[in-house]
């Protein structure tokens, strides 16, 4: 199990060491990391669509709410949001529609039974440790910010739960009512859980994507009280007991965001306090710094060893209190965390991500937009020129449609064309939307993100399947790349330690489910598509099966050409000797949705069966011979002869 925590006492000299120590160490990540809060607001402003008000807008706003005139105010294109939507539904399209997400194989002659026990364990681990909703969100992160981050750890969940019962009092037998408590162990297994990349805090000496080479590691968390209780009574936090008040984070606000940089996304509020006449005296949620350092254990005072390990430190907010401090325990000696980025970039501390690339071309779309907008409104508005002697200036002021405006008795039976004018307006930014179309080709080229893998076809008429499969091909080759290169520096070390906290923490043997389209092969019996895997039967090196970048196939199309096959097959009975045709259709039935088959299988049943079915005459004989010839009667004293009975002569 995960390691316990190493005792220190508050106000000792071990404590104020390590406690400085750490200090240092998180204010220098944390001023390492504030050069990309401006970029960080931006990318999340720019996914909202959001563009501050300004006094302007805001008066038309009030015009258009309070009054109801038809006014106009500044908008933004959510057109990052859309390409980031577009790349990100074809990354997760690529790495989860696998079955199952994580394969391996062996690497030193471990076997296929131990990989597909490998890959149950971990099916099971992935959905009822509830890893894909993570999965997604990490992958968002990934495109919003430049940054995806996850933290793995492993859970021994324990639940606690009490009722209140009716029981007879053991001193005087009268029935009383009594509050039953009962603990009972819950999952078992990894988990993972996002990290917003304004709460990480790596080792700034290295970059990002290096991480796993610096010296620490800290995440920025809000623990509710009852996690601190939770984890407490395992073991895990010390020094809880001088938690008495609010805990401000040094940082700032509310995850750490000051209000200078904070964006318009709304988070959750972190500093409200409930009066002082409430009971609870300890605060409900605690601002804490959580990190893994690589240590020599006897410089810092906890052990004897000169050996570089990992360790575990939770410091509250203010970095005042030390509440953990424990080895990690891990035996693959990594930081648990796992890092994407979405540019491949070598040098730079952190990585840009869509938004932040796309900038210019979406500010460009937002002006060209909003000046054409601006532009067609005051070429709808009539604009006159007019003589105030000669025509009543509050009937022009006040026109409307169907309206009459009156002349003074100084312009009767004069030329009205003499006094009155109306000046010409032409719309000037006809050729924005042109210019916009441009933009979005700019945009396209820059990103790799073409119309056909947003699932928009290009005009020109009616398109086959071969031109829309064509396009779609060449428009993800950029993406694939990416694809490829996430899977390699950040996905597949995951799946790895993933494999090896397994290893290492599994703690008895379990049947799982068997993962993947194997549990087809299993056969028509439930029972059969589970295996038993043993702690011990897992043991072994395993490589990742790498992501490769391509679109899951088509399945039904896929399924129709496996018919065309099938029917060529036919003329061929060479190919239908070489081949299984049971488990091809099986195969084919699956592509195309249909998940039931296997309750459709002839069960064969045994010698035994048989003899019984035909004593019941539920079967016939194929052959000619009267079924009383060789099924045995209740009073013929015994079993026929073996050879009397043929297992294969009843339908």
Known sequence: MPSLTKVIPNNTDLHRKIQKMLEDRIKFAHRAQMTKHKAWQKAEDSILAYVPESDLDAARRRKRENQGEPKYTTIVLPYSYAMLMSAHTYLTSVFFARSPVHQYMGRHGETEQQCQMLEATISYQVEVGEMLGPYYLWFYDTFKYGTGIIEEYWEMEEIQFSSIQQMP???????????????????????????????????????????????????????????????????????????????????????????????????????????????????????????????????????????????????????????GCQPHGAMHGKFPYAVLESEVEAYGMWNRGLPEILEPVQNTLDWL???????????????????????????????????????????????????????????????????????????ERITGINDQIMGVLAGGGRKTATEVRSATGFGVNRLKTLAEFISSTGFSNHSQRIVQ???????????????????????????????????????????????????????????????????????????????????????????????????????????????????????????????????????????????????????
């Not at 917003?196 to 080792?203: A, E, I, K, V, Y």
């Not at 959750?268 to 409430?278: A, H, S, V």
């Not at 049971?582 to 296997?598: K, M």
């Not at 049943?605 to 209740?634: D, E, F, H, K």
């Open 169 to 323: 009092d053991p001193t005087t037998g009268q029935l009383i009512k009594a509050q039953i408590q009962a603990r009972m162990p819950g999952y078992e297994g990894s988990r993972i859980c996002n990290i917003s990349p304004w709460d990480f805090l790596p080792d700034p000496r290295v970059t990002v994507g290096n991480y796993q080479k610096g010296e620490y590691v800290f995440v920025r968390k809000q623990l509710s009280w009852e996690t601190i209780v939770r984890r407490k009574a395992q073991g895990y936090y010390m020094n809880t007991e001088f938690l008495k008040g609010p805990v401000k984070d040094f940082a700032g606000t509310a995850m750490g965001v000051t209000q200078e940089s904070a964006s318009s996304l709304e988070r959750p509020e972190q500093n409200i306090t409930f009066p002082e006449t409430d009971p609870v005296s300890h605060p409900a949620v605690v601002p804490a710094y959580e990190g893994c350092v690589s240590i020599i254990p006897k410089e810092w005072g906890l052990g004897d060893s000169e050996f570089p390990e990992k360790w575990m430190f939770t410091l509250t907010g203010d970095l005042s209190l030390l509440i």
């Open 501 to 651: 906290m397994t290893q290492q923490y599994m703690s008895a043997p379990k049947k799982f489910r068997i993962a993947g389209s194997l549990v087809q092969d299993a056969g028509p019996q439930a029972a059969e598509a589970f295996m038993q895997v043993d702690p011990g039967a897992i043991q072994g090196f395993y490589n990742f099966v790498p992501v490769d970048g391509t679109l899951p196939v088509d399945r039904l199309a896929m399924a129709n050409l496996w018919k065309d096959l099938l029917l060529q097959m036919r003329g061929v009975p060479g190919l239908i000797e070489q081949f299984d045709l049971t488990r091809i259709f099986s195969y084919v039935a699956t592509l195309a949705g249909i998940r039931n088959l296997n309750q459709f299988r002839i069960q064969v049943g045994s010698p035994q069966s048989l003899l019984q079915q035909a004593s019941a005459g539920n079967v016939v004989p194929i052959r000619g011979s009267s079924p009383t010839s060789q099924v045995p009667t209740a009073t013929s004293g015994g079993p026929p002869p073996a050879p009397a009975i043929d297992t294969g002569g009843y339908e």
């Open 369 to 443: 937009i909003n000046q054409h907008f601006y532009n067609v409104r005051a070429s709808m508005n009539n604009q006159f020129i007019i003589d105030p002697s000669k025509l009543v200036v509050k009937d022009a002021e006040t026109a409307g449609p169907g309206f009459i405006w009156r002349m003074k008795p100084e312009a009767y039976g004069q030329d009205i064309k003499t006094f009155f004018y109306q000046v010409p307006v032409a719309d000037m930014t006809r050729g924005h939307v042109a210019d916009m179309q441009t933009m979005l080709g700019v945009g």
